[in-house]
């Protein structure tokens, strides 16, 4: 799982096109992690440790 910085371009672009796109703001989505085997999208966020 990827934090949405840690995405490169191409794997942004790919994110921006999910179907969460249409129900979450640009901003909102920032705070999601992204599986970039399966695109998975994790909207809640869970404690971790970083």
């Avoid at 640009?26 to 970039?36: L, P």
Wanted: proline share 2%; charged share 45%; with cysteine.
């Amino acid at each position: 799982m990827k934090d949405w910085d840690d995405l490169d371009f191409e794997e942004k672009i790919i994110a921006e096109r999910l179907p969460a796109s249409a129900e979450f703001t640009r901003k909102e989505r920032k705070r999601h992690r992204f599986c970039v085997k399966c695109w998975f999208e994790e909207t809640q966020q869970k404690n971790r440790l970083t």
